[in-house]
């Protein structure tokens, strides 16, 4: 008598684990996708916010380089002229007293601190100094190496360092903007020129 075995439909314990396997790959490398997508979307955002508020910085300071004069106590216009750090002097909040602006980077930061000047006699006094950021993701000097500011005389001509700050007639602001160097997109440029016109001699 012969004996017959009937083979029941379904999947053996090898092709189940390996199903099982194959299944839970797929999972986690669309997992995965979307965790990638979703930092590649918040960093795309993050630089977005940085740029804007980076070519904002840019036009404040452009627009206190141009109105640049000499300071309440008599000293000259120009105080600091650095590759990331400038100091002067002018009228930002349009009270006709001029106050010392200071930009400065620090680390991948750029503050901005006034100091208003005292009553008569004017003095300019680092105590009433009050500072904020007014850009980020500025990597300059951590990543590129580029000047923030570069200083140009009354004919266009760059001044070498040290900065006779009396020649100083010309600023150049450039900004390299990336919240993170090691992702793309690759990093963002800001670049525009001041003119510190009552400190131009031909005009």
């Avoid at 680390?107 to 300019?124: D, F, L, R, S, V």
Wanted: hydrophobic share 40%; charged share 15%.
């Amino acid at each position: 008598m012969s004996c017959k075995v009937i083979r029941q439909p379904g999947f053996t314990l090898v092709e189940a684990v390996i199903t099982i396997s194959i299944g839970t790959l797929l999972v986690m490398g669309i997992v995965t996708f979307m965790i990638e997508t979703g930092r590649l979307q918040s960093f795309i955002s993050e630089q977005s916010d940085a740029i804007e508020t980076a070519d904002e910085a840019t036009g404040v300071m452009t627009k206190a380089l141009r109105e640049s004069t000499d300071g309440a106590d008599g000293s000259y216009a120009v105080v600091t002229a650095e590759t990331n750090t400038l100091v002067f002097f002018s009228d930002v909040d349009a009270d006709a007293n001029a106050e010392q602006v200071t930009y400065t980077l620090s680390g991948t930061t750029i503050t901005q601190t006034i100091i208003e000047p005292t009553a008569a006699p004017a003095e300019y006094l680092p105590a009433n100094g009050i500072t904020k950021t007014i850009a980020t993701g500025i990597v300059n000097g951590t990543y590129t190496g580029n000047a923030i500011f570069s200083y140009y005389d009354l004919n266009n001509a760059i001044l070498a360092e040290p900065i006779a700050l009396s020649e100083v007639k010309l600023v150049k602001i450039h900004l390299d903007v990336n919240v993170d160097p090691n992702r793309v997109p690759d990093t963002h440029t800001i670049e525009t020129y001041a003119q510190l016109r009552n400190l131009n001699d031909n005009l």
